[in-house]
Structures are given as structure tokens and as C-alpha cells.
């Protein structure tokens, strides 16, 4: 019983943490203001987390979790490397789409204070894995720009994940058509050619 309470618990204040960051920021909302959207009392929140950063770290290291298992939940590494990059590319655009907090929360993580930043680079890259044996091997094929994974997955995954939050917030309308253009761009911007290589 105390396990599922706990469990409870917990979720509830990363789902209370994450409608305040998309909505306040960072810096834009105090325990007291969380534990009130929790539904948990202020001194339960500290049972769990230590601190603020730790709350934060914890509730990216989730959504990231999610993310890896929208990305990869169809995955086939017998593809082309251009197909399977498409279609990581498709999964986390509709994941974005279903998941407005997450996708509008995005850039408060990017404004985290340095020491916060470097702890979630490192949970990030493990939990994404997947992608960067997919640019190691894209490189080694030929297939792929030499450059680092940060700078293949800033060229890729990033624009799709911002194109999603200005989706969301109606300043654009992404068509189908439009869509799978912007999938083709964002192999084209990432690959030594345009001509698919094995």
C-alpha cells in the first residue's frame, strides 16, 4: 500500500512540477506553489528530492525516458540509415504533439544553470543511445557529415522539437506535405548526399 501511495507521490509531483515549469519557468514558481498543484504537503516534497535541482533533474530524467521510448518504440536496424532517421524523426514529432508540457517546458530546460545542464547532457546521451550508434555508423558509412553527435542531433531532432512548441502554440501550420519536406530537410542537413547510400 505505502509503495503504490509513494509511487503516487511522487508522479504527482513531477506532473505538478512540469505544469509550473511550461507555464512559470524555472525561477517562476516556489515548493509552496507546487506542493499546493501536487496536492501533497511542502514538507513530502523534500522526502523525495533533496532540492530543486534535484526535482528538475529527476523529472528530465523521465521525460527523456519517455522520449527514448516514443523514438525507438518502432525501430528497425536492418532499414537504410536515412529510413530508420526518418522515422525517429516522424515518432518524436508526434510525441511532441501529444505531449504539449513537455514540448512547451523544452526551453526551460535549455536556460538551466550550467551544473544542472552538464548532470542531465550525460543522463541524456545514455538514455538516447540508440541515436548515437546511428550517427557513429552513418559516419563510418559515409553516409553522414562528420561532425559530433550534438551537432548532427542539433541539426535533426532540435528543429523538429521547436517547429512542434510553434505548432502548438498556433504561430505556424506544419501540414502533411509540409511535414514530410521537413523531414527531408532535416535528413538533407545531416547527410554527405542526397543519394542513399548502404
Request: proline share 3%.
Amino acid at each position: 500500500m505505502c509503495a503504490s501511495s509513494c509511487k503516487d507521490k511522487h508522479q504527482a509531483i513531477l506532473s505538478a512540477t512540469l505544469k509550473l515549469l511550461a507555464e512559470k519557468g524555472f525561477h517562476g514558481f516556489s515548493i509552496k506553489q507546487l506542493s499546493n498543484e501536487a496536492g501533497v504537503a511542502a514538507g513530502t516534497i523534500y522526502l523525495y528530492f533533496k532540492d530543486k535541482d534535484a526535482l528538475i533533474a529527476d523529472l528530465h530524467s523521465t521525460i527523456i525516458s519517455a522520449v527514448a521510448k516514443a523514438i525507438f518504440k518502432n525501430k528497425n536496424g536492418a532499414l537504410p540509415i536515412k529510413d530508420q532517421h526518418r522515422q525517429m524523426c516522424l515518432n518524436l514529432w508526434q510525441f511532441c504533439l501529444e505531449n504539449e508540457s513537455i514540448t512547451l517546458c523544452k526551453p526551460q530546460f535549455d536556460h538551466l544553470p550550467m551544473d544542472v545542464l552538464h548532470h542531465l547532457y550525460d543522463d541524456t546521451w545514455s538514455q538516447l543511445k540508440p541515436i548515437a550508434e546511428l550517427y557513429e555508423q552513418g559516419r563510418q558509412q559515409g553516409v553522414l557529415k562528420n561532425l559530433p553527435d550534438d551537432v548532427l542531433s542539433a541539426f535533426s531532432f532540435e528543429p523538429i522539437v521547436n517547429l512542434a512548441g510553434q505548432q502548438l502554440r498556433r504561430t505556424i501550420d506544419i501540414t502533411n506535405d509540409d511535414l514530410n519536406t521537413m523531414l527531408e530537410a532535416s535528413w538533407s542537413a545531416i547527410s554527405t548526399s542526397t543519394i542513399e547510400t548502404q
